[in-house]
């Protein structure tokens, strides 16, 4: 179908209506291909009319010449319950020169789901009337999947919102940047963010979405935080929402899940980006052992066409906090989310076992055994429930549980006054992950973890955004006591971007440190292995410094560190084999170890010029 005409006349309207239409399932999309070329050929625009609606509802406009070309066009429509038809309206504003033309149009997955003779498994669910049978995942999301509103029936209103009446029990975050907003129809800015809402598929309905013109500015963040919620416990608490992110300058939407009030929580889920015009839905699997909450987060990008939308949220499977005292109380006020210094999960007693044992002997927890000082952290658990190893750096560590394995970072540890905003500025090592990376971040952090190989993998990062020019990030392990003759660290480290400073490797003991090793400049965008040899030494604390480059362009990561036979030496007590060497101190060695350059022995004896 096309029109060519050339016309003076004022204002005129060329209308193509479509037939009528009973109702659509939920995953239903029009497309066709329109033509729109001239110099002032105008503008047209396809309109959905509801039976019983006043209002029509835009769905779809092109605003003036877009070449000489065929274009396709494809909307969603998702699920109509009434009847409804589609105008196609062509506008003329006095002087027309052009052609529009429109041709293939196309209607897919737009029937209901067809009735099932039966419906078994306990992820399907079958529909009261119309016997469809469909997963049990799209129960209760605020979708008439079913076509008779049986998978909508009996579902908990505390757990949904489609904002149609306000925000139901969701709230706003008070320590963003500025608030979602509620609204109908389109967004003010042509060509970003929804046209109308996901509930209804229609202009009459509501949904929140976030601003992007002045006066936000770039990375601005609106947060909005769900109702606090039970542990799940052994279950599979389900969040399942709908967003828009359509625009140019579009940015990232996140989100969190946190079980601490004033914490931003860890990362479940982000996308970023123009993902055309539609309403995408997405499922998350959460599971928490304490009371938590969710917060979802938009990000405004560099410009106004960056508006992203929210709808039909909804929960399945998981309660409303029940407890009579608030879990996030006062106790957390204020609590920063830095990286923890404890070094496991297990919490250590506050009173030691009856015991007999010097000060300078450690006492074991479980037994109260005595064993010497030197024993304590030295890679080797001496005591029956391995306590004297617990608040020790652990001897691999891969960063996946979120933990530090007992590194710790000592300057931030001699902060004080304003603890948080000093700590927030520094140049400092942190957790991170391929998937929190800002846009400009990728071409000079790891995308992937060096364990997993995913971006979901965690690694340990000296973040450059913070700190200036020839500023020091420090972590270090706890002192440890004693390693054996053969004790190597090996670690991967990411060193990319065009500013990147410098990796040191420190041997701290007493008030000496020494480099052990070192590396500076960019790399490449992988990670690179290293080895380096640390030998017998006692009482000594190893250190990874990053010294921050000229900008941000650069930041130094390091992950999977491992040390590698450090246990120290055993007297066995036992005569040595003829395949081994016997040390002046009665260490057996094997032969192979004479003369090597190594003390072995830990006495030199091995090395000795006499053999």
Known sequence: ??????????????????????????????????????????????????DGLKQPTVLWRTYYNEGNQWLKAVIQLGRLPH???????????????????????????????????????????????????????????????????????????????????GLCNWEQDVQDDFDWIRIR???????????????????????????????????????????LFNPSGYGT??????????GKEVYKLSVFQRTVSNAKGWLLWYKFGNQEN???????????????QILVKGIVGDGFTGDIGLDDVSFLGCTLYSGAQHPFGSFF??????????TSGTSVPATLPMNNCTEKEFVCRASGHCIQMI?????????????????????????????????????????????????????????GRGANLYPEEEQHCPLTDHTTCTEEGWYLFADSSNGEFGDRADIATPVISLTGPRCKI????????????????????????????????SQGPQWNKAEVFLGIRSNFQVIFRAKRGVSYMGDVAVDDITFEDCSPLLISGKPCTSEEFMCANKYCIPKNNLCDFVNDCEDNSDESPSI
């Open 278 to 292: 539609r309403w995408i839905r997405q499922t998350l699997f959460i599971s928490s052992s304490k009371p938590f």
């Open 375 to 431: 024993q304590k952290c030295d890679f080797r658990p001496d005591c029956s429930d391995k306590s004297d190893e617990s608040a020790c750096v652990m001897e691999v560590c891969d960063f996946e549980d979120k933990d530090l394995c007992g590194w710790h970072q000592p300057a931030l540890e001699q902060m004080s006054g304003n603890y948080s905003i000093l700590i927030t500025k520094t140049f400092k090592w942190q957790l």
């Open 237 to 246: 608490c389900v969040f399942r929402f709908h967003y828009h992110m359509f």
């Open 490 to 521: 090996i670690f991967w480290n990411h060193m990319n971007g065009s500013t990147i400073g410098s990796l040191e490797v420190l041997y701290k003991s007493s008030n000496k440190t020494s480099k052990l090793w070192s590396q500076s400049g």
């Open 333 to 342: 006020k204020g609590y920063l989310p830095t990286i923890s210094t404890t």
């Open 83 to 165: 009847p409804f038809q589609f105008s196609l309206d062509k506008i003329s504003l006095g002087v027309y020169e052009g052609v529009s033309a429109i041709d293939d149009i196309r209607f897919e997955n737009c029937a209901l789901p067809p009735p099932a003779l039966s419906c078994e498994g306990p992820n399907r669910f079958w529909c009261r009337d119309t016997k469809a049978c469909i997963d049990s995942l799209l129960v209760c999301d605020l979708v008439d999947d079913c076509g008779d509103g049986s998978d909508e029936d009996s579902c908990d209103p505390d757990l949904q919102c489609n904002f149609e009446n």
């Open 1 to 50: 179908m096309f029109i060519l005409k050339s016309s003076n006349s004022i204002s005129q309207i060329a209308r193509l209506r479509s037939p009528k239409f009973r109702q659509t399932g939920s995953n239903c999309t029009l497309s066709f291909w329109y033509y729109n070329y001239g110099q002032s050929v105008g503008a047209a625009e396809l309109q959905l009319l509801v």
């Open 185 to 227: 129809g389109p967004t003010p800015t042509v060509n970003t963010g929804p046209l109308k809402d996901h509930t209804t598929g229609t202009a009459r309905g509501h949904y929140l979405y976030l601003e992007s013109s002045e006066p936000r500015q770039f990375r601005d963040k609106a947060v909005l935080l769900s109702p």
